[in-house]
């Protein structure tokens, strides 16, 4: 076998629908579509390790909580482990009312059979019969002609028919598949879906269940949504069919694939959460509800503790999911973009000043805290980060709220610290380099021993006691406000001289632990800025900390 030098020579481009017209294009989803859970089937045929009986059972109630209705069980034929599992859950009395199970089978007597028998007893259930139809099955797998194949869904249908008529204390409901719709002749799919519906006779208040898998995703989603709409335009009797999509995610676009086949006309989506499958997966269940719930559109499922479904699927799974999966992964809302950082932290204090609760972020989609996560996990601060994810932090963390210039000035630290660790930092390791730079007080030139203020006139004298350079001294300085009297004292104990160009202050806590924080920006003879920053119970003092501390940083 030799290599093309061109090896796209060997592939074609998949055909155009027949649609005259799309409707689809225009449409808006304004309502969730009904959900099936494959999970406990389709997710567990391609993990490594399947789940047991504990772990599907963990699973499972976890689906239920979620809000699942319809949840495909497992696949009864394929052996004992499944079909004892779904025997128990179903005589356990596990599932709730409003809960639908559901179990996959081939279009085979025997296994249909078998199907059933798994399922009796359970108050209402959906059995799903396929075989697949499109001409690469239809000629490299059965060696079968058209006429073969559409009897081998009709077999199948009759098969459902009779097994419901053998257990009728189930109210049994019929899922067919034309498999591999997404490869196959549109026109043929239809007439098998039209065989079977002419055997089960479905109604417009009991519907058949069609199903229409993209098995292997082989065309871009646009292509996938004409297919549906083309199906739904074309089927005999459509309103006593609910159309059903599996998306499989070959070409990464599963999502898109089913949200499109959603405008076109389907009512129903397969798929597992966070996108587990053969191959490239199932389409993401958690990706397509949240998505619809950014856009104002309950979804009718419940992810509001996204790390407890989290944990519960990695659990059952043995499967990380990504750190950057959306809406679910561990770095989804962590900026380390300085710029971002900064945006973020922005709409955050924009939100803060909003008289309604219409969410509306730079780079957040979707409000973290409607998942269970916490604002603090937003920013996170590496060597590329900005002033804006350093303020954001201690803002946080410590209630600081730094003024902007002092931001910047602070930040510079913090990077030469990233690039001297070269690893991300944590709120720790922030605060530790703010207290270091500001705060602390160990090896400082400067240092607050106690102080006391008079009036003299329209002057103010401040007395201290402060050591200085290790040696304790008494000094004092008159100015026209507090502050200035401490930088005249300083300036006349050996100290800088400097001006105040800014200050600020604010409160940090409640009630009785209330903390003042101050911030003063001044300026040597130099013109070099310095910064300072003084906490304390009494704002009086923190301000004269804050002198103490940008006198240090000269």
């Not at 200035?484 to 632990?513: C, F, K, R, T």
């Amino acid at each position: 076998m030799t290599m093309l030098r061109d090896p796209s020579a060997k592939y074609s481009p998949f055909p155009q629908v027949p649609l005259a017209t799309r409707e689809w294009p225009a449409r808006v989803t304004t309502a969730a579509p009904i959900w099936l859970s494959t999970d406990l089937r389709d997710g567990n045929q391609s993990l490594i390790d399947p789940m047991d009986a504990e772990k599907k059972t963990r699973f499972f109630d976890l689906l239920v909580r979620i809000g699942f209705k319809e949840i495909e069980v497992g696949f009864p034929a394929s052996g004992a482990t499944d079909f004892d599992y779904i025997q128990n859950l179903v005589r356990s009395g596990r599932i709730p009312e409003g809960v639908t199970p559901q179990v996959l089978t081939q279009s085979r007597a025997d296994l249909i059979r078998t199907s059933f028998d798994s399922l009796e007893g359970a108050k209402t259930a959906i059995v799903h019969v396929y075989n697949a139809v499109s001409p690469a099955w239809r000629k490299i797998v059965f060696g079968m002609e058209m006429d073969e194949i559409k009897g081998i869904a009709i077999e199948g249908a009759k098969q459902l028919r009779d097994n419901a008529a053998r257990l009728p204390g189930t109210d049994w409901r019929f899922e067919y598949s034309p498999e591999t719709f997404s490869t196959a002749e549109l026109d043929f799919s239809i007439a098998c879906c039209e065989a079977v519906m002419d055997i089960l006779q479905p109604t417009a208040d009991k519907p058949i269940i069609l199903n229409l898998p993209a098995t292997v995703e082989a065309a871009t989603p646009n292509i996938y949504a004409d297919q549906i709409e083309y199906f739904c335009k074309n089927l005999p009797n459509r309103d006593r069919a609910i159309i059903s999509l599996h998306t499989h995610n070959d070409r990464g676009t599963g999502v898109a694939a089913a949200e499109l086949g959603l405008l076109a006309g389907a009512d129903r989506i397969e798929g597992c959460l966070f996108g587990n499958g053969e191959r490239t997966g199932n389409t993401c269940l958690v990706t397509i509800a949240l998505n619809m719930y950014t856009q104002g559109v309950d979804p009718a499922l419940d992810f509001s503790n996204i790390d407890e479904v989290i944990q519960t699927v990695e659990y059952c799974n043995n499967l990380p999911v990504h750190p950057r999966h959306p809406y679910g992964g561990e770095l989804v809302y962590t900026a380390f973009s300085g710029s971002h950082q900064d945006a973020i932290k922005k709409g955050f204090a924009a939100r803060d000043r909003q008289n309604d609760e219409r969410w509306e972020v730079p780079y957040l989609p979707i409000d973290p805290a409607d998942l269970g996560r916490s604002y603090e996990a937003v920013i996170r601060v590496n060597s590329q980060s900005g002033k804006g994810g350093v303020a954001w932090v201690l803002e946080q963390d410590k209630g600081l709220k730094l003024p902007k210039k002092m931001q910047a000035s602070f930040s510079h630290v913090v990077q030469a610290l990233a690039d001297q660790t070269s690893r991300e930092l944590g709120a720790e390791d922030i605060w530790h380099a703010f207290e270091g730079q500001y705060l602390a007080t160990s090896g400082k030139r400067f240092q607050l021993v106690d102080w006391s203020e008079t009036h003299s006139g329209a002057d103010r004298i401040f007395a201290g006691k402060l050591t200085i350079d290790g040696t304790p001294r008494s000094v004092s300085g008159r100015g026209n406000g507090l502050m200035s009297s401490v930088i005249a004292a300083l300036s006349e104990s050996g100290g800088p001289v400097m001006d105040i160009v800014d200050y600020s202050e604010h409160a940090i806590g409640q009630g009785s632990n209330v903390q003042a924080a101050a911030y003063v920006e001044c300026r040597t003879a130099d013109g070099k800025s310095l910064f300072g920053c003084g906490l304390d119970t009494d704002v009086a003092t923190a301000s004269v900390r804050a002198i103490l501390s940008a006198a240090n940083a000269a």
